[in-house]
């Protein structure tokens, strides 16, 4: 059982990036995804989320207008879509998958019951 991320990379500011994360060893069928990600010197901060079994989405206030969540069609790969990048973006990204099994807060990282490796996304010109 295991999240792999991956896409990370440098960019210049107004750039973009698409990261994935992929799931072995499971089905993410009815769990839902989630981005995290923890910038140097700062706490860990949710970035969005999709929940697979309806494909509702969220997003933090950060990511919102920039940033879209997306699943693949087997729903195996969340994606995040990465647009007009900022040096503030500048993080590891974590994916991270909770089994839906009731309500749930996206945004706090003890919900989730898997975690990628995290992927480095650096924004600098």
């Known amino acids: 059982v295991q999240l792999q991320a991956s896409g990370g990379g440098s960019v210049q500011p107004g750039g973009t990036l698409r990261l994935s994360c992929t799931a072995s060893?499971?089905?993410?069928?009815?769990?839902?995804v989630a981005w995290f990600r923890r910038a140097p010197g700062k706490e860990r901060e949710e970035v969005s989320c999709i929940s697979n079994s309806d494909g509702s989405t969220e997003y933090a206030d950060s990511a919102k207008g920039r940033f879209t969540i997306s699943s693949a069609n087997d729903k195996n790969t969340v994606y995040l879509q990465m647009n007009s990048l900022k040096p503030e973006d500048t993080a590891v990204y974590y994916c991270?998958?909770?089994?839906?099994?009731?309500?749930?807060?996206?945004?706090?990282?003890?919900?989730?019951?898997?975690w990628g490796q995290g992927t480095l996304v650096t924004v600098s010109s």
């Open positions: 060893g499971f089905s993410l069928g009815d769990y839902a």
């Open positions: 991270a998958a909770h089994e839906r099994t009731g309500p749930f807060y996206w945004g706090l990282a003890v919900e989730y019951d898997y």
